[in-house]
């Protein structure tokens, strides 16, 4: 599913979202990632940021359990008129090497400029295929 403009723009504007996974048993893990989207696909890679590892819960619950969930959000404490959510649900999975790993990596680097001295290329990155799009209140990037 595409997003239209208004959700497109909001989600291309934002800089962090947050992931919702959950493991086999349905019990919930929710993480902050830098993202990308890529028409129909939200793309999230594992860096180089002190971690215990690639074991990660988050791939860990893909792993077993696909369907993931990724909120983008505006907060304004002066101006709740400005506040605005977008969530994307879908099925994630990981991808270790390949064409669309390699491209997603080099949209993240142009998104995010601490990303572009990061050894990247080893590193999975997860590819979320949109199902459905929800949203609330002002899409305004940066608003």
């Known amino acids: 599913m595409m997003p239209d403009g208004d959700r497109a723009a909001f989600l291309d504007a ?10 086999r048993h349905g019990a919930p893990h929710i993480v902050p990632v830098c ?11 594992i860096d180089q940021k002190p971690k215990r590892g690639t074991d990660l819960k988050r791939l860990r ?3 077993e359990n696909p369907s993931v969930a990724l909120t983008v959000e505006h907060y304004d404490d002066a101006d709740w008129s400005k506040l605005g959510w977008v969530m994307v649900r ?20 142009a998104k995010y400029r601490q990303l572009r001295n990061m050894e990247l290329e080893s590193l999975p990155v997860i590819a979320i295929q949109i199902a459905k ?11």
């Open 14 to 23: 934002a800089r962090i979202a947050y992931l919702a996974t959950a493991d």
């Open 35 to 45: 993202f990308v989207r890529g028409g129909e696909q939200i793309y999230i890679t």
């Open 61 to 63: 619950n893909i792993a």
């Open 90 to 109: 879908g099925k994630a999975e990981i991808l270790h090497a390949g064409s669309t790993h390699d491209a997603a990596q080099e949209q993240l680097r």
């Open 133 to 143: 799009i929800a949203s609330w209140g002002d899409l305004t990037p940066n608003s």
